[in-house]
């Protein structure tokens, strides 16, 4: 052995790095979807019927907006990764 380095050549695990290979998953869509749900039921039931409906504006479109840009997020590092 050169140098007097004891040198081990392990075999590669294919789910190593699993985290960072993950794609966006059903329960990220799944939140999107329900968001988008609770966002035009709530803008429906805002025109038609009570006005009070409105206040859950404040909460569905934020997480919303967040939810989109996290998944466009992991998408580019995604394909930056590939």
């Given at each position: 052995?050169?140098?007097?380095?004891?040198?081990?050549?392990?075999?590669?695990?294919?789910?190593?790095?699993?985290?960072?290979?993950?794609k966006q998953g059903p329960a990220s869509r799944l939140i999107?979807?329900?968001?988008?749900?609770?966002?035009?039921i709530s803008v429906k039931e805002g025109y038609i019927g009570n006005e009070k409906w409105y206040w859950i504006l404040i909460v569905t479109v934020p997480l919303l907006l967040l939810a989109m840009v996290n998944g466009r997020r992991e998408k580019h590092d995604e394909s930056v990764n590939d």
């Amino acid at each position: 052995m050169p140098g007097n380095k004891l040198e081990m050549h392990l075999p590669k695990q294919k789910g190593r790095n699993m985290t960072r290979n993950q794609k966006q998953g059903p329960a990220s869509r799944l939140i999107i979807l329900m968001l988008v749900f609770g966002t035009v039921i709530s803008v429906k039931e805002g025109y038609i019927g009570n006005e009070k409906w409105y206040w859950i504006l404040i909460v569905t479109v934020p997480l919303l907006l967040l939810a989109m840009v996290n998944g466009r997020r992991e998408k580019h590092d995604e394909s930056v990764n590939d």
